[in-house]
C-alpha cells in the first residue's frame, strides 16, 4: 500500500471513530448532575403540589402567587437516597419537602433539572442526581400529540 493510501485510510477509520463517538453522545439515556448540596430546591404549585418549571418561581414570590419553593434533601434517614421529581410529577409526603429555606440553617441547597432523577453517592463521594430522559438513540420515542 502506498504511503498516501495508507494515509487515507487511516483518516478515513480516524472520521469514522469520531463520527461514532459523537452519535453514542446522542444515545445516552441519563444525564448526570453532581453537587455538593444537602438539598434540591425545586418551584411547586403550593395548591397541587406537582413541580412546575421553575420560573414560575422567583425569590420575590407575592402572596397571591400559586407557586412557590421546596427544598427536598438529597438523602433521607439512614442514608437512604430521595428521589427528585420532575416538572409535573407531584411532591410526595414521604419525600420530606420542606416550605422553610434551608439555607437559613447553613445548609447548602441547589436546582435541580426538569427532568428531576433519582440520587446517589458517586465514587467520589459527591452527591449525583441522574435524569431518566432519554436524549434519542436506537428505541427512544420522538414527539407525540398532546391531549
Not at 121 to 139: A, E, L, P
Request: proline share 3%.
Amino acid at each position: 500500500m502506498s504511503p498516501t493510501a495508507r494515509k487515507s485510510s487511516q483518516t478515513v477509520a480516524i472520521g469514522a471513530v469520531t463520527a461514532l463517538a459523537v452519535a453514542l453522545t446522542g444515545c445516552s439515556s441519563e444525564d448526570e448532575q453532581e453537587t455538593d448540596a444537602e438539598y434540591a430546591q425545586v418551584c411547586v404549585n403550593q395548591d397541587t403540589q406537582e413541580r412546575v418549571d421553575d420560573n414560575q418561581c422567583d425569590d420575590h414570590t407575592h402572596s397571591h402567587s400559586n407557586f412557590g419553593w421546596m427544598w427536598l434533601p438529597f438523602f433521607l434517614g439512614n442514608n437512604r437516597a430521595n428521589t427528585i421529581p420532575a416538572v409535573g410529577d407531584r411532591i410526595s409526603s414521604n419525600q420530606q419537602a420542606t416550605r422553610e429555606d434551608p439555607r437559613k440553617k447553613d445548609r447548602s441547597t441547589t436546582t435541580v433539572g426538569t427532568a428531576g432523577g433519582s440520587v446517589s453517592k458517586n465514587k467520589n463521594g459527591k452527591t449525583s442526581v441522574k435524569s431518566g430522559t432519554s436524549r434519542g438513540g436506537f428505541g427512544s420515542k420522538g414527539g407525540g400529540s398532546g391531549s
